[in-house]
């Protein structure tokens, strides 16, 4: 039931002028902000003010619009289904799209670090697309109608689905040279390696150099960022190496810290489109560990 009303939300929003969709997608977002829990908020706000070093006014704008975005990002996965290779160019460009291909071209798959920022569910669609052999590791959605949905448009789109659980199969997916898109940017709690981020440490994820550094895969930093006309643009960074030196922690620190820095930078340079509400910091290093990770 739930599914087939989305469907058919889907099928209309499809058919809105952008400008519509652009619109509704406002309305929605601004309802959202009211309805975060005002602890939440807080965080949030306090987050952008001691990584900006800006007002409080100024932080709660960025926490506020960082938020009401999603109404926006809502109505755009919505009309996912009427995105094709005719008419990709129309919502999202390639910028770097040269990089990938190169990192491609080693035979031995690449790992594509990216973030919640912007629609990255549009970044993944825009490079399947566009032909990139993109397989995305994903978590599986609290709402089951919409995990059906949003999975059913990946797999058209031409993405190979694997949850988060599903280690081996990513190292075999290397192995037949796809690509492997992954989320760099959320507390990885006791299972992570501390590293700065916006001058605090933090808890990064260590997926992407343990698994470049056990098949001697690329890693490709890539990002999108919503343009002012409601189209979109995926910005794809140079490849970096993996190291494999007889020091495992200290090569996948190292690269772990080198790619929650490019992530940091493209967060700075859009702050309003990453995902403030998240408790990036919430895990704290051991007591009498350096908060370095090393």
């Known amino acids: 039931m739930v599914y087939s009303l989305v469907k058919m939300f889907s099928w209309s929003v499809c058919r809105m002028p952008l400008g ?11 309802l959202c902000w009211p309805l975060v829990p005002g602890r939440r908020k807080k965080m949030a706000i306090d987050n ?3 990584g900006f070093g800006i007002s409080q006014a100024e932080a709660t704008k960025i926490a506020k619009l960082s938020t009401t975005r999603f109404g926006r990002m809502f109505m755009e996965v919505l009309a996912f289904p009427c995105i094709n290779k005719g008419n990709v160019d129309k919502h999202v460009q390639l910028e770097g799209a040269e990089y990938l291909t190169e990192a491609l071209s080693y035979g031995r798959g690449v790992i594509l670090a ?4 912007g629609n990255w569910e549009l970044l993944g669609a825009g490079l399947a697309i566009n032909g990139f052999p993109l397989a995305a590791v994903v978590q599986k959605q609290t709402n089951a109608a919409m995990d059906k949905f949003i999975n059913e448009y990946r797999t058209l789109a031409g993405m190979h689905i694997t949850y988060k659980s599903g280690v081996r199969e990513m190292v075999r ?23 700065e981020y916006f001058g605090r440490p933090a808890s990064a994820p260590q997926g992407a ?11 490709v930093p890539a990002f999108i960022t919503e343009n002012s006309d409601g189209t979109h643009t995926a910005i794809i960074h140079p490849h970096i190496m993996p190291l494999k030196t007889k020091n495992k922690t200290d090569d996948v620190y190292t690269i772990t810290a080198k790619l929650t820095n490019i992530i940091e930078q ?9 995902f403030w509400l998240h408790n990036r910091w919430k895990t704290k290093p051991p007591e009498g560990k350096p908060e370095s990770g090393k």
């Not at 519509?20 to 601004?30: D, Y």
């Not at 997916?173 to 590293?195: C, N, P, R, T, W």
């Not at 493209?266 to 990453?274: A, G, I, T």
């Open 173 to 195: 997916l290397l192995g037949e040279g796809k690509i492997i898109g992954l989320l760099m940017d959320q507390d990885a709690h006791s299972d992570g390696v501390f590293v």
């Open 48 to 50: 952008v003010r001691r």
């Open 209 to 219: 150099a343990v698994l470049a550094r056990m098949k001697d895969s690329p890693i």
């Open 20 to 30: 519509l969709r652009r619109s509704l997608g406002n309305i929605v977002g601004e």
């Open 266 to 274: 493209h967060v700075r340079q859009h702050p309003h489109e990453w």
């Open 114 to 117: 990216t973030a919640h920022s």
